[in-house]
């Protein structure tokens, strides 16, 4: 029987974003970059950026590279939707905090 997670729409969300660099032609980085500006053009949820900023660092992007993003698409998508994101990265970077609690506490 599989082990349960405390978290698996989380779980699949990744499982999801792994799948996704694993079919794309871009290499991984660009990929992540790709998708971090979407989120941002598309007002995404704080979740997720919490799954793609993780799988974004497992391959390099940082958070200089975070802020060039924002601050590249800036002029297209408009302040208001910069300024909205990073907010939800930092509710997403709460998220990562309270999950890495939970699992520390079994």
Known sequence: MPESSDTPVLDLLANMTQASIAASSL?????????LAALVAVDAPAVSYLVNLEAGADVGVD???VRGVLAAIAPIV???R???ATGKIVEALAIELETLELEGGE
Do not use: C, H, I
């Open 27 to 35: 290499d991984s980085e660009t990929l992540m970059v790709a998708r």
């Open 63 to 65: 958070v200089e590279r």
């Open 78 to 80: 408009g302040t208001a």
């Open 82 to 84: 910069v300024a909205a």
